[in-house]
């Protein structure tokens, strides 16, 4: 478990780096292990968006997905990494805010559902969220950058 | 919905294609349904991947998360896409096969368990996949290229 006992050895020392900047003593005591094995100094944020027909992520077809990373940089295979993780720190991550339809929105009533999923991680916790859009015309007005694709 | 409608239209242009391609009348018949709802020509393949430390992804904390994707081309923070790509596209997208321990591997039987989970989309469908070793020595015999990071 390398990397663990490695993250675990970098915290540590971190803490003791961090320790000893803020003492006013000169005799610096020894450098903190290299960065080596850490795993990260920051929660991950990595995700697959998808977009699918049908009404429930279950049953819709896929018709398209893209990763998103939001840390340590936006990055992934979305058209627009930048704005859609900015997006979702503005939401502090919650899908639900991010689909929601503008008011004042009109569309029609039909049932041609439009489901959009996202999984993996944000900010070190899972996320597994499913929004089912009733018609292509709601999707439209709720999807925001991040189901922009 | 702009690029919905455009995708079927592609479908139905490549299949109308393919058709007048193959047939030798000139009177063709209807075309067959198009391949519905695709919008991309490829199944799309786009995961995340974890490594957490616990017995279970719903508990285990998250200590790294990477992105994968496979198509188009090879991409994501996975730090070697190619090689991981390459290794799914062997086992057929069977993560089961991919986490197989190597014959003739000997760990101890301590229980530190280590938990791996890949979730996103691989070639089309929907890929919710974790399993746990049951300690670094295991993790580190059958984690191969794909959970390599």
Chains 1, 2 share one sequence.
């Not at 819709?60 to 990373?69: D, Y």
């Not at 339809?101 to 559902?113: A, D, Q, V």
Request: hydrophobic fraction near 40%; charged fraction near 15%; glycine fraction near 12%.
């Amino acid at each position: 478990m390398r990397y663990i006992t490695g993250g675990i050895a970098l915290g540590a020392a971190l803490a003791l780096g961090g320790l000893v900047g803020a003492g006013t003593s000169a005799n610096a005591e020894p450098a903190p292990a290299p960065a080596a094995q850490t795993q990260s100094l920051y929660a991950p944020s990595a995700m697959v968006l998808t977009i699918g027909q049908g009404d429930s992520a279950a049953t819709a077809g896929i018709q398209r997905a893209v990763t998103l990373s939001c840390m340590p940089k936006a990055d992934g295979t979305h058209p627009n990494t930048r704005g859609a993780c900015s997006q979702l720190r503005l939401a502090d991550g919650d899908f639900t805010k991010l689909t929601k339809i503008k008011e004042g929105t009109i569309c029609t009533r039909e049932w041609n559902p439009v489901v959009v999923t996202a999984n993996g991680v944000w900010d070190g916790r899972r996320v597994n969220f499913e929004h089912t859009f009733a018609n292509p015309c709601e999707m439209k007005a709720g999807k925001g950058t991040v189901f922009e694709f």
